[in-house]
């Protein structure tokens, strides 16, 4: 069914035991024998292998012995590199304080501003969990707080939940600021529960509103009503389709959620997800749609004016039916802006009149860039917001931030906003009444996030609000951004990170080192500069690390991300590995201490590069992945995906897939890596079922000796794919970092 790939002779010299000591042996003698079977499917002419198909359910106590097996397992081979690790920076307690020293500083949000209110989110170096905080004009400043002003905390997680597993998923003032929407959601599962509580008194005044997940909330003037976006209820639609059939509802404050009114939505796909926004005067109504995740944006708006239009409004197509996203709001002075890639994959920003919305009437304000890639925009004015004075511009150059000021009437640029550095910008925010005030967020490689406020008066960039603790001794680490060539000839960029005493004059490594390669390529994300404190601790400890721009993320625009999707994801592994051979033949790293990292569509990454280039890879590590690219679509969230990935249930898709899925190229015989997967059980997008399935095939078919290269589960109960408190954060951190430490020489080049 498979063949072994061949190996690249560029990519395979030996390790130097001077710079990575030869990883020592671990306790795994041999691996739980797992549930197999010969099942063999015909899937459209092509005869598919699933022997492991008993452990796609958790309930069975086949699976669940199986995996009790494998945490006993994982258990020992942890108590082995303790012992290993014992005296070293890089030991349980030192690597945990050293984490938690250089996420100690916290974080601080951009303003939400609504009047004299100001709404962020804030989380102090000791805190689980972020904190939504007002603050508003008074008499007595709290510590922090702008003189004049008091600050309040309104959503607390723990305080809701005192063992930390509830997360807040989202919030929203209503536009007078007098009150709060924000959704929770328990367990890691992400089924967000929506409430509203009175700012003024912190008391909750409607909700729990369940099936909220990944709902927008837009509030009408008055804050007596609000549109959202709901999950049709469970016996209205068969059971394996509960996850889906949104519709955009009207909701009163107070009344019970099933009297709420339904206003978009039917007859669309299932899979669909909804954007929804009301203009700042009351009078606009948007609505967007998006069959799961392809890259295509349907848009409608209505006019609330007309009585009787908020419970049934009549939409006009802004665009729909389009092979391009758009994004569309009615600014302050009225005009209907659209940051579209229709015709600019890199992006551009079109506006009309709301009351012609349609494509033939857009006027192009800001053109596309030949290089740069569009990220947000934010108006300014002199105090009369239907009189704009300045066109902010945020643009993704080769993954770095920048900022340009344009005439906002004809787009010409006029200037620059100065930056911090070469990092990544986030959010363009004004105040909703207009002004001269744009607040955004900095970050780069080794930045905390900062609040920093421009005044387009006086064209200066002031620090606004910066993380609430002390900030962290960083080590000296020299960034750089490489360029390599992949298999077809596309230039792929990737920022290398090291110790400034690993690098030379010209930037060339003096040695090769431990190093462990970062990738994602996927679902237009873009890997840009961000403050990481894995990242800073593996190089603080002598190691290098290397985030990689991979095709399918969206780095340098839409045609970059479609060039990695579909029939061409095999492009993203490609670049992965032009990316890993150029670290060898720099000398950068050697095989022999080379990891690779990824988690979720950056898991199916991994698992692709462990199974299509086991050569390449000392170690890795694989979190909560998608693997089995076959039946991908039957779990969590998969059937959303499949304008990403391709439908198993077309033959001509299915043979794409089949072409990497990593579970179905496991050869029995290869030498496979050290291999360590990150599953998470309340994670409901993807499947644990992935990481259980490929980690059992591994295990059966190395011939890699388990003591030097193991193939590893690690489980973790009441936590999801997404947001975590922050000691659970820094404890997966420990073990992954300690993993890739230890299998990669550089445990012991630190030991004692």
């Not at 669940?64 to 349980?92: C, H, I, K, M, V």
């Not at 927008?216 to 209205?236: E, I, K, Q, S, T």
Request: charged residues 20%; hydrophobic residues 40%.
């Amino acid at each position: 069914m498979t063949t072994e790939p061949a190996p690249t002779a560029a990519a395979t010299p030996a390790t130097s035991p001077a710079t990575t000591p030869a990883p020592t042996a671990v306790p795994v003698a041999a691996y739980p024998p797992a549930p197999r079977t010969d099942l063999v499917e015909e899937l459209a002419g092509h005869r598919v292998a699933d022997p492991y198909r008993t452990l796609e359910d958790p309930d069975d106590e086949r699976t669940q012995r199986w995996s009790r097996a494998q945490d006993d397992l994982y258990a020992a081979y942890r108590e082995g590199l303790a012992a290993r690790a014992a005296g070293t920076p890089l030991a349980d307690a030192a690597l945990s304080a050293r984490l938690r020293g250089l996420l100690g500083a916290g974080f601080v949000g951009a303003p939400a501003w609504r009047g004299d209110r100001r709404f962020f989110s804030r989380r102090t170096g000791d805190q689980e969990h972020a904190v939504v905080v007002v603050a508003e004009p008074g008499d007595v400043a709290a510590a922090g707080a702008a003189p004049g002003e008091v600050e309040r905390v309104l959503i607390d997680p723990l305080a809701l939940d005192a063992t930390g597993t509830t997360t807040l998923d989202a919030w929203q003032p209503s536009k007078e600021g007098d009150l709060l929407a924000y959704q929770v959601s328990h367990g890691g599962t992400e089924e967000s529960v929506l409430h509203v509580l009175d700012v003024a008194t912190g008391e909750s005044v409607d909700g729990p509103i369940d099936r909220a997940r990944y709902s927008p909330v837009a509030w009408l003037p008055g804050g007596d009503a609000f549109y959202y976006v709901r999950r049709l209820a469970p016996d209205l639609v068969p059971a394996d389709e509960q996850q889906y059939h949104r519709r955009v509802w009207l909701h009163r404050v107070g009344t019970p959620p099933e009297q709420d009114v339904e206003v978009f939505g039917a007859g669309l796909p299932m899979t669909s997800y909804y954007g929804v926004q009301v203009s700042r005067d009351g009078r606009w109504l948007l609505v967007s749609a998006a069959a799961g995740t392809a890259p295509r944006t349907d848009v409608w708006i209505a006019d609330l004016a007309a009585p009787g239009a908020h419970e049934a409004p009549t939409f006009v197509e802004v665009a729909v039916g389009l092979d391009a996203e758009v994004g569309a709001w009615v600014g302050r002075d009225g005009r209907l802006y659209l940051h579209t890639d229709l015709d600019a994959p890199r992006g551009r920003l079109v506006v009309t009149d709301p009351t012609t919305p349609g494509v033939t009437h857009w006027a192009t304000l800001l053109p596309q860039d030949d290089v740069a890639v569009l990220e947000d925009v934010a108006f300014v004015d002199d105090g009369d917001p239907t009189a704009p004075t300045g066109l902010l511009a945020a643009w993704r150059r080769h993954a770095v931030s920048e900022v340009t000021v344009h005439d906002p009437r004809t787009g010409a640029r006029t200037g620059g906003v100065p930056l911090p550095g070469l990092g990544s910008v986030s959010g363009l925010v004004t105040r909703p009444e207009g002004g001269p005030d744009v607040w955004f967020a900095y970050t780069d490689h080794v930045t905390l996030p900062h609040v920093h406020r421009y005044d387009a008066t006086t064209g200066v960039v002031t620090l606004w609000a910066a993380p609430p603790g002390a900030l962290p001794d960083l080590p000296e680490v020299r960034t750089q951004q490489i360029e390599v060539t992949s298999a077809d000839g596309t230039t792929v960029r990737a920022f290398v990170l090291a110790r400034a005493d690993h690098v030379g004059p010209d930037g060339q490594p003096l040695s090769p080192a431990p190093t462990a390669l970062y990738g994602y390529g996927g679902f237009q994300v873009s890997l840009d500069p961000a403050f990481s404190a894995t990242t800073l601790a593996w190089v603080e400890a002598g190691g290098v690390y290397v985030v990689a721009n991979l095709r399918g993320g969206g780095e340098e625009g839409e045609e970059w991300h479609r060039a990695g999707m579909r029939a061409h994801k095999q492009n993203v592994f490609d670049d992965f590995h032009a990316v890993a051979e150029h670290l060898v033949a720099e000398g950068w790293t050697t095989t022999g201490a080379l990891a690779c990292w990824g988690g979720s569509n950056g898991g199916l990454l991994v698992g692709a590069a462990v199974t299509q280039r086991p050569d390449l890879w000392a170690a890795a590590v694989c979190s909560a992945p998608l693997l089995d690219m076959v039946r991908y679509q039957r779990f969590g969230l998969g059937v959303t995906w499949t304008e990403e990935y391709g439908d198993a249930e077309d033959p001509q898709e299915l043979g794409w897939l089949l072409g990497y899925s990593p579970y179905h190229r496991v050869v029995d015989g290869a030498a496979y890596p050290a291999v360590l997967f990150t599953v998470f059980e309340g994670d409901s997008r993807v499947d644990p079922l992935h990481a259980r399935k490929l980690a059992a095939a591994l295990q059966a078919a190395t011939t890699s000796d388990p003591a030097q290269r193991p193939v590893l589960v690690r489980r973790e109960i009441g936590v999801g794919h997404g947001a975590r408190a922050l000691s659970r954060t820094i404890g997966l951190s420990v073990e992954q970092l300690q993993f890739v430490a230890d299998r990669t020489g550089l445990l012991a080049a630190v030991g004692p």
